[in-house]
């Protein structure tokens, strides 16, 4: 199988384009350090967690997961699948161009997929980008940003006195009413919006914390598909 | 929740590693039909959403409010973490005055 380009010229192009991003995605790693350390994670951890999972919404679930007291292995793996599930549109959607790179380069530079180098990196395809080392270059900065932010944020948390008196356990939900907002671009999505607030209230009381934040996400995608169906 | 935080950290990377991974790899077997587009797309909103009623329901007012104005902030400024970071000074303030 002849590959398609895949070049440190392009490595460094995507590099470049992705520097901007990764001064965002550094203070979004700031909050999730801040959050993850008021949850009890110290540096190491917190670190850990931003390598492993590499997705802030992800992490900031899983936190809110571990806060509860009450999740279980499968709660966890559940909630960063659903909440993740955005990534096999993201795969999917990047799969005929990226696949011609090869197998190992592909699956490579899939572990630096992020939100941000997807959309900067289809438009780039869009505009003629061929080097297939672009995607694995733009998140490089994002996730050295990701990385760094998160030490800080954890570091900084350590050596603050008092944190809900200065607001901190309530980060994890003001970056997720943050992310929502932004995120809610149409009228349409709203209804997510309300679905997932109402399932999450709901299934907390009934069930538990643990099963509510996985509940929100499988009804706010349920009611998007059927709404679609019906819009057809 | 008694296992150690490596198994913990494992099981998480094997769920965002699954979701990084599949898509790709389902893609040359089954279509993305407009529909799950939809679906996957909303499920990040409901989710948050989720995550910011749930902290209302277990703070109060001041909760209630300080996420109020992180919602109206992102939208006037334009920046979520801006507005993130305001939400908490905001709450901390209000807290102070006793809310």
Known sequence: M????FTFAGFRRGARDGVPLALSIFAYGLGFGLVAAQAGFGVTKAVATSAAIYSGSAQLAAVNLLQTGEATLLALFAAILVINARYLLFGAALQPWLWAAGPVRSYGSLLLLGDANWLLTMRRISEGEEDRAYLAGTGTPIALGWLS????GAAAVSILPRP????FDLMLACFAAAMMAAMTRRRADLVPVVVG???ALVIARVIGP???VIGAGLAGGAVAAAMHRRAE | MT???PILLLVMAAA????????????????????????????????????????????GLAEAIALGAVVGLTLVLRSDVAAALLGVVIVAALRWLGL
């Open chain 1, 210 to 212: 643990a099963a509510a």
């Open chain 1, 149 to 152: 932010g998160t030490a800080l």
């Open chain 2, 16 to 59: 965002a590693f699954l979701c990084r991974v599949a898509g790709f790899t389902l893609m040359r077997v089954i279509p993305v039909s407009a529909r799950l587009e939809a679906a996957l797309r909303a499920t990040p909103l409901a989710v948050m959403a989720g995550i910011a009623a749930l902290a209302v329901q277990a703070g």
């Open chain 1, 2 to 5: 002849s590959h398609a380009p």
């Open chain 1, 197 to 199: 607030a109402g399932a």
């Open chain 1, 164 to 167: 809900e008196a200065l607001g």
């Open chain 2, 3 to 5: 296992e150690s935080f």
